[in-house]
């Protein structure tokens, strides 16, 4: 798992350069995670939060609500937070040398 401090993305229908009501969220971000059972979502319990700075282990949730600069949009601008931690894992399978 990678993480990086961000913004979620959107599609800029109107080219515009900010997130308004012409355009498309395209994802919803939690923060990162290590899944743990692999099974592609967060497991309370299971898997290791990565978010930075979080001290109580908690997963922050994707909240609906675009997060990052330049948004103004009417309602899916985040009134707390322009950045978020975005992250992508991949998943390794290790073969058995004999």
Same mark, same amino acid.
């Given at each position: &798992?990678?993480? #990086? ?8 229908? @109107?080219? =515009? +350069?900010?997130?308004?009501? !012409? /355009? ?16 592609? &979502?967060?497991? #309370? ?8 700075? @979080?001290? =109580? +282990?908690?997963?922050?949730? !994707? /909240? ?16 707390? &937070?322009t950045q978020v931690y975005i ?12």
């Open positions: &798992t990678a993480w #990086v401090l961000g913004e979620e993305s959107y599609d800029d229908l @109107n080219g =515009n +350069g900010v997130f308004d009501d !012409a /355009d498309t969220f395209l994802n919803d971000t939690s923060g990162p995670f290590v899944d743990l059972d692999f099974s592609g &979502t967060y497991t #309370v319990g299971v898997d290791k939060v990565l978010f930075p700075g @979080n001290t =109580n +282990g908690a997963l922050t949730p !994707a /909240d609906g609500l675009f997060n990052g600069s330049d948004c103004l949009h009417s309602s899916l601008c985040s009134p707390t &937070t992250s992508d894992r991949i998943y390794v399978q290790i073969a058995e040398v004999p």
